[in-house]
Structures are given as C-alpha cells and as structure tokens.
C-alpha cells in the first residue's frame, strides 16, 4: 500500500500545509487524476474539498496533466512543466509521469476549492522553530 505526503495550498491565505496519509485513505486516491476533486476526508479535513494539481513520484520525476495514464515516459519538451528552455525553439528530452495518481507516487499537490467550517491556520497550527 502506498503512502503520500499531502501538500495542501490554501489560496485565499497563501499558505502550503503538509499532511501525511496513510492506510485506507490512499486506496481511495488511486486512479484519481490531476484536477479532480477529491473529499477533504481523505486528509482528516472534513467539509473541505480539495482539487488534485500535481504530483511526484518516488524518484522524484513530476506528473504532467497532459499526459494520459500512471506510466512514466519521456517526451520531447519545448516548455511548460518539467522544462523551461533559455532560448526560443530549445527543445529537450525529459522523463515525466502520467497525470494519474498511482501507488508510486509519493508526494501530491491539492489546493482547497472549497473552504471548510474551520480554518487551515487553526487546524494545522504553525510550529515553534528551535
């Protein structure tokens, strides 16, 4: 079974909180693809719901919403996401994942899309640094 670290952004106050999730809960987000949105159940946030925008893989290599399915392939990439060339009309070759949540992923990236009864800055509070 899978594990994920959840990094959940709150736009309205800019703050990224991260949550881990482990168990029934990450069954439940497999085959979900990027901008779904998901209960906030899942992420002990009731009431909320969360869009899925992106994600990374265990070794590091990040989803693509353009790229169907769980696979990792490499394409050829003149911009956007996973590349970003200095000159115009560079291209290059780089190994992307599939825009489908898939038991090896490790990280996912959600944003809130609608706001739960309770605040994320009261459920999540901010750590004292040492």
Do not use: C, W
Not at 65 to 72: F, H, N, S
């Amino acid at each position: 079974m899978a594990d994920f670290k959840a990094v959940i952004n709150d736009p309205k106050t800019g703050q990224s909180y991260q949550v881990d999730v482990t168990g029934p809960q990450t069954s439940a987000l497999v085959g979900k693809k990027i901008g779904e949105v998901v209960d906030g159940i899942y992420f002990k946030l009731p009431g909320y719901k969360l869009e899925i925008t992106g994600g990374s893989d265990k070794d590091g290599f990040m989803m693509r919403r353009d790229l169907p399915g769980q696979q990792r392939t490499s394409l050829l990439l003149a911009g956007g996401k996973g590349f970003h060339p200095e000159r115009k009309g560079t291209r290059k070759r780089k190994t992307v994942r599939g825009n489908t949540v898939s038991p090896s992923t490790v990280q996912l990236n959600l944003k809130v899309s609608a706001p739960g009864p309770t605040p994320l800055s009261e459920i999540f509070p901010k750590k004292e640094s040492k």
